[in-house]
């Protein structure tokens, strides 16, 4: 059996159980744990869970929610048990085990319309892509069934409450089936890319969606995590230690400085032959 042991997450906020080889929660799961914001009373499900480290995160940041953890693999909800227990947060927090990629039923173990928000971290991989880990629980994390994200993202819809917000954490270059498989359920799609440095390309990419909205796609600004020296930007450093959460605000361009090649009203002219 693959030993646990016990990590500091959000600046030593919260303490983790997690296998000792295999996935283990980083990055991805601080990131995802500071894109919903929940307001009291809500319901907040973590989709694939894992040991709950993004689900924890939401709720030690909003003491007024409820979240349940949704995690498939016996070995690893087992430990989600225990760091709810071990972090206080077993009046708040639940762990359902269960697969998110089965169909929502009345009396099942999931709620429909239950929840104000659902985030998730669904695996990277489409089956047939990549060579799978040796490790079942990392292999199971990282690679899709057949339906791909498209259950997952079934899934989330039919947890959310109308007007609900869904939040997920990917991989940059799954963005258009992404984009397919959310505009057929959700709307005021918005899109912020991760980037390891500013002059680097998006490894990552964090989505939040609105269930039956028909707001426009936005594409905010992205998230740079480290400086020229490798250290965590203020923004990246905020968010590791569990303070504030991911800037979602879509914000109009600065009128005071008009580009080069921009007309009175500050738009962007187009080039023309001549």
């Not at 995590?225 to 569990?242: K, N, R, Y």
């Amino acid at each position: 059996m693959n030993p646990a042991t016990i990590s500091a997450f959000l600046g030593g906020r919260l303490q983790l159980a997690q296998p000792a080889k295999g996935h283990r929660a980083g990055t991805d799961a601080v990131l995802l744990g500071a894109c919903p914001s929940p307001v009291a009373g809500e319901t907040v499900y973590d989709l694939g869970a894992g040991v709950g480290s993004a689900g924890l995160a939401v709720a030690l940041r909003f003491p007024g929610c409820r979240v349940r953890l949704v995690e498939i693999d016996p070995a690893i909800a087992a430990l989600a048990r225990a760091n709810v227990e071990a972090n206080g947060l077993a009046a708040r927090v639940d762990v359902l085990e269960t697969d998110v990629t089965a169909r929502l039923a009345k009396g099942g173990p999931l709620e429909p319309a239950s929840a104000g928000h659902v985030i998730m971290n669904p695996p990277f991989h489409l089956s047939g892509t990549v060579r799978p880990p040796p490790d079942a629980y990392r292999s199971g994390a990282h690679i899709h069934g057949e339906e791909g994200d498209e259950a997952w993202i079934r899934c989330a819809h039919g947890l959310l409450e109308p007007k609900g917000m869904l939040s997920m954490i990917h991989r940059a270059d799954a963005l258009p089936r992404l984009l397919a498989a959310l505009g057929r359920r959700f709307g005021d799609i918005r899109v912020k890319p991760v980037q390891p440095h500013a002059n680097e390309t998006a490894m990552r990419i964090l989505i939040r969606a609105q269930r039956d909205s028909r707001a426009p796609f936005v594409l905010l600004p992205p998230l740079v995590m480290h400086q020229i020296d490798g250290s965590f930007t203020p923004e990246a450093e905020a968010l590791h230690h569990g303070e504030g959460g991911v800037d979602w605000q879509a914000r109009a361009a600065s009128s005071t400085k008009k580009p080069s090649g921009s007309n009175a009203s500050g738009e962007l002219q187009e080039k023309t032959e001549t």
